[in-house]
């Protein structure tokens, strides 16, 4: 806590005045009033300034209040809270969550909110450039494990003294990236690229930027995995035409006569046939009666 006495005409302005000059807010005003402005009697002795003394608190107690304050209010319960610094970077790490789960969120999502609130409240204070919120060391882990395939490749880049180009990467993914190597004597970052997606290249601190940025090179991991893209577009390429069937050969045919030129030959030799009978009539004519009627003659 820094303590600070200011004066004026009247406590209210006082108040108002060392708020908009320190940019702090009702939870974190501490305050106390050592003066009263008086009127005196019949207008002697009168006493028309005020003195105020604050208790204001360091930018690191702050941001550490005010992340509490915002989780009391979320209604998440947890042990303690951490802080760390490194130079104007601070670390806060809150212990001992209960839902952990919803701090955190899908892939970090929450926690990735709640650091952007924060970094956004306090961006015009210049005592830190960035704030980071870890969850039950939800982060670190994270960090540990995107880092842990580019470790061998800095450790070539210090034997050798060759720059490497890395995988184009998002904001969050190259700040790992940045303090990682700011705590490596002998290496420095550089950043290439357009956009929110861009590329780190990590050379010797020997080495001019210049000199860097004339022939970066790719990773070892990018190629590779080019090539394995190449080599599944190729199978699938592969896979795609199906195989030739081997064909039984066909036996020439070019001296025999078609099918339908026998037909047609064995057709003129045999004779044309007779013409059938008509079909005689079943019609048969009634007989005659020769029986005469009425009797002997």
């Known amino acids: 806590m820094t303590t600070i006495d200011k004066s004026g005409v009247s406590v209210e302005e006082i108040i108002r005045n060392f ?52 989780l009391s209010k979320m209604g998440i319960s947890f042990a303690k809270m951490k802080t760390r610094k490194e130079g104007k970077t601070l670390f806060i790490t809150i212990e001992g969550i209960v839902e952990t789960g919803f701090v955190i969120g899908k892939n970090g999502s929450m926690l990735e909110t709640i650091q ?124 795609s035409v199906r195989p030739k069937r081997n064909r039984r050969p066909q036996k020439k045919t070019e001296n025999k006569p078609s099918a339908v030129a026998k037909t047609s030959d064995t057709a003129k030799d045999k004779p044309e046939p007779s013409p059938k009978p008509p079909r005689k009539s079943n019609y048969r004519p009634r007989r005659k009666n020769n029986k005469t009627q009425g009797g002997d003659s």
Request: proline content about 5%; charged content about 35%; cysteine-free.
């Open 19 to 70: 708020r908009r000059e320190h940019n702090i807010s009702d939870h974190e005003l501490h305050y106390e009033i050592i003066k009263k402005p008086s009127k005196g009697f019949l207008g002697l002795f009168a006493n028309k300034i005020a003195l105020v003394r604050f208790q204001l608190p360091e930018p690191e107690d702050r941001i550490r209040l005010f992340l509490e304050t915002l």
């Open 116 to 239: 952007y609130f924060i970094n956004r409240v306090f961006e015009s204070d210049n005592t830190f450039e960035r704030i980071y919120v870890d969850a039950n060391g939800y982060r670190q882990r994270k960090e540990n494990q995107f880092l842990d395939k580019f470790l061998p490749q800095f450790k070539k880049i210090k034997l050798n003294g060759k720059a490497i180009t890395l995988e184009p990467m998002n904001p969050a993914e190259r700040r790992i990236i940045h303090r990682h190597i700011e705590k490596q004597r002998g290496l420095k970052t550089l950043t290439i690229g357009e956009g929110e997606i861009k590329r780190i290249v990590v050379f010797s601190a020997k080495q001019k930027e210049s000199e860097v940025l004339k022939n970066p090179k790719p990773t070892q991991a990018k190629e590779n995995e080019t090539k394995v893209k190449d080599t599944v577009v190729k199978e699938n390429v592969s896979t």
